[in-house]
């Protein structure tokens, strides 16, 4: 439960940092979601997926 909350406090991190210091290029990035079809999205979202697990995997060992 512990690294569920370390993990979610991390995300949280990753995220204030984005805003913080780019703002301009995640309002772009926004912009140019409706172009971007729901196959490439859902490749886009295994392969973080798969990144992930592996990373988790390699430190869990």
Do not use: H
């Amino acid at each position: 439960m512990t690294a569920l909350f370390i993990g979610l406090g991390l995300f949280f991190v990753i995220e204030g940092l984005v805003y913080a210091l780019a703002p301009s290029l995640l309002r772009a990035a926004a912009s140019r979601l409706p172009d971007v079809s729901d196959t490439q999205m859902r490749m886009m979202g295994v392969i973080s997926l798969a990144i992930g697990v592996g990373i988790v995997w390699l430190v869990r060992g």
